[in-house]
């Protein structure tokens, strides 16, 4: 048995993982700047919909080369984070945006968003972390050879 604190989570658990929850951050590059939002999200297969408004987010989403979606849990026993990478599209054709707007999509403040993101993910990845009480001072330090 593994007694690492530190576990790699598998492609099809992190699918799981973002359609069981909806709630995370997006960051993105532009030019020199590092933007990273909150936002309310639904998950399905490869495909992450976002609901927003006109402005930075929605612009700088679709003009970065590739945009991050974050989630997190931190429980008694556990912690773990799932990291998505892809490309983010403007949804414009009817269809698209019929099937969008039923999704359970709802603004976190009572702000008109009409506007939606589809990141298409390439990659997803994550990690468990079990919570273990701290070793004391003279123990060995648990080294993390993963990076």
């Known amino acids: ?20 929850f909806d709630m995370g951050r997006i960051a993105f590059r532009v030019g020199d700047a590092l933007e990273v939002f ?20 929605l612009a700088g989403a679709l003009i970065a080369d590739e945009v991050v979606l974050e989630i ?8 773990w984070s799932v990291v998505g990478r892809g490309r983010a599209r403007h949804l ?15 603004p976190l403040i009572p702000t008109v968003k009409r506007e939606f993101l589809r ?4 990659r ?3 990690r468990r972390f079990h919570r273990v009480p701290e070793p ?12």
Request: charged share 30%; aromatic share 2%; net charge negative.
């Open 38 to 57: 909150p936002v309310n999200y639904h998950a399905s297969g490869r495909e992450v919909t976002i609901r927003t408004a006109p402005g930075t987010k």
């Open 72 to 79: 997190d849990h931190r429980g008694e026993r556990e912690v």
């Open 124 to 126: 997803v990845t994550g």
């Open 92 to 106: 414009e054709h009817e269809g698209e945006l019929a099937s969008a707007a039923a999704l359970p999509l709802q």
């Open 1 to 20: 048995m593994d007694d690492s604190p530190v576990h790699d989570i598998s492609e099809a658990e992190c699918l799981k993982l973002l359609a069981a």
């Open 119 to 122: 990141i298409e993910l390439q």
């Open 136 to 147: 004391e001072a003279d123990a060995e330090p648990v080294v993390d050879s993963s990076d």
